[in-house]
Structures are given as structure tokens and as C-alpha cells.
């Protein structure tokens, strides 16, 4: 079985540029995840999806960040405009999205490290 | 809301010696709590959870943790490491009944093997 895939792996960017990550879940899991994980912190959820609605986006700087989930598959996150504190590993994860919140097994992806200057 | 204090940024201990790595939560009536661990480029990958029932907790690679309420921790052990176990570690906790409820991780701890 596939993993969580995203891309890109790296990216560096300079302040005030967008960038935009990509996810794709394992097959068939309807709930994915986005969290922002800075150096030396634990994970935070930015956003959650199940099928391709928003269950929680209320950690998500919405002024700058926005994600969407087109058909229930694949995830997009963007930054627009990048801030140097945004510097950070973007991690994705899905779940099967059969039981209540929280209590699947999440599945994470390698993330993708992201370097504002 | 929830939170959670991993006691130990960076834990050393030696090849084939017991390992405890220390987490606390916050105080909840009910509780999901979680150990990930995070190998050096890769992403999270769950050793084990603690939903309800048992306090013990066995999870995968020998490790195992202890749900103790009255003092509100989630202490992670293996009774003897291999550098393989070389990694990041966090603790996370969410609850259930709370519909607005996050899950938070805590700020990892590196164990560090040593020859």
C-alpha cells in the first residue's frame, strides 16, 4: 500500500513570494490532514478535511494560508504572501475517516521543508 | 484546552539499556493519548495510543506506556533500545469530548543512542 506521498520535498523561497505544497492521501482515507511543524515544536494542525469539506480550519492564519481538496483526493496548501516565520516543515497525514475525530490512526507523509528568506 | 509537556528535550542512553521518556498532559475528564516517533527526514509514524480500557499500552518496535490519571502522564519505556530507535519522539493528547477539541503534540524529545 502506498504511503501519504507529498511535493515538493524542499523549497525556498524569498518573503512576499507564494508557494504552494501538494498532497496526495492513501487511497481511500476521506479524512487528510495539514499541520505546521517549526523547529523544535511538535506538529500543529493548521487544517482538516473530511472528503472535501473543512471540518477544522481554525488554526489556519487565513489572511495568508489557504488549502483545498478538490474531488476528496488530493490536497493543495498554499502561502500567499510567504513571512519569514513561516519557515517550517509542512506535514501531511490521512486517516480512514471511519471512526470519531481523532481516534484513527493518522498515516503522515515525509513533509515538505519550506525556508522563507 | 488541552496541553502537554514533554520533561526532556534530549534524552542519552546506551545501546541494549531501558529507556523512559516522560510526558504530562493536562487535566480532562477523557483523553486519546499518543506517542509518534520521527526518524531523521521522514514524516510521523504512530507507536502506539491509549483510547480507553487498559492502562497499559503496548505499541510496536517493544515499546510500551502507562496511562496513569491520577497523575496525568504517558510515560513511554522500552526495556532495552537499539540505535535503530534513534529518533524524535512526541507525546500527543486530544479530547473527545470536546467538539472544538485540536490534537496537540508536545515539543519532542531526542533519543539519543549511544554506542
Known amino acids: 500500500e502506498a504511503g501519504v506521498a507529498q511535493s515538493p520535498r524542499y523549497k525556498i523561497i524569498e518573503k512576499r513570494q507564494s508557494v504552494a505544497f501538494w498532497c496526495n492521501p492513501i487511497?481511500?482515507?476521506?479524512?487528510l490532514y495539514w499541520y505546521q511543524q517549526i523547529l523544535g515544536q511538535g506538529p500543529k494542525l493548521l487544517i482538516q478535511?473530511?472528503?472535501?469539506?473543512?471540518?477544522?480550519d481554525s488554526q489556519l492564519p487565513k489572511d495568508r494560508f489557504s488549502a483545498e481538496r478538490l474531488k476528496g483526493v488530493d490536497s493543495t496548501l498554499k502561502i500567499q504572501p510567504a513571512k519569514l516565520e513561516d519557515s517550517a516543515v509542512y506535514l501531511c497525514?490521512?486517516?480512514?475517516?471511519?471512526?470519531?475525530?481523532?481516534?484513527?490512526?493518522?498515516?503522515f507523509g515525509p513533509g515538505t521543508r519550506l525556508l522563507v528568506l | 484546552a488541552q496541553s502537554v509537556t514533554q520533561l526532556d528535550s534530549q534524552v542519552p542512553v546506551f545501546e541494549e539499556a531501558p529507556v523512559e521518556l516522560r510526558c504530562n498532559y493536562s487535566?480532562?475528564?477523557?483523553?486519546?493519548l499518543f506517542w509518534y516517533v520521527q526518524y531523521p527526514n521522514q514524516g510521523l509514524q504512530l507507536l502506539l495510543k491509549?483510547?480507553?480500557?487498559?492502562?497499559l499500552v503496548k505499541g510496536i518496535n517493544g515499546f510500551e506506556a502507562e496511562f496513569n490519571k491520577s497523575q496525568t502522564s504517558f510515560h513511554l519505556r522500552k526495556p532495552s533500545v537499539h540505535i535503530s530507535d534513534t529518533a524524535e519522539y512526541f507525546c500527543?493528547?486530544?479530547?473527545?469530548?470536546?467538539?472544538?477539541?485540536?490534537?496537540?503534540f508536545g515539543k519532542g524529545t531526542r533519543l539519543h543512542i549511544l554506542p
Open positions: 487511497s481511500g482515507h476521506a479524512t
Open positions: 500527543a493528547v486530544s479530547d473527545p469530548m470536546n467538539r472544538d477539541d485540536k490534537i496537540i
Open positions: 478535511f473530511q472528503n472535501n469539506g473543512v471540518v477544522d
Open positions: 497525514a490521512s486517516s480512514p475517516g471511519l471512526a470519531e475525530r481523532f481516534r484513527e490512526t493518522q498515516y
Open positions: 491509549y483510547l480507553s480500557g487498559s492502562t
Open positions: 487535566s480532562s475528564v477523557s483523553v486519546y
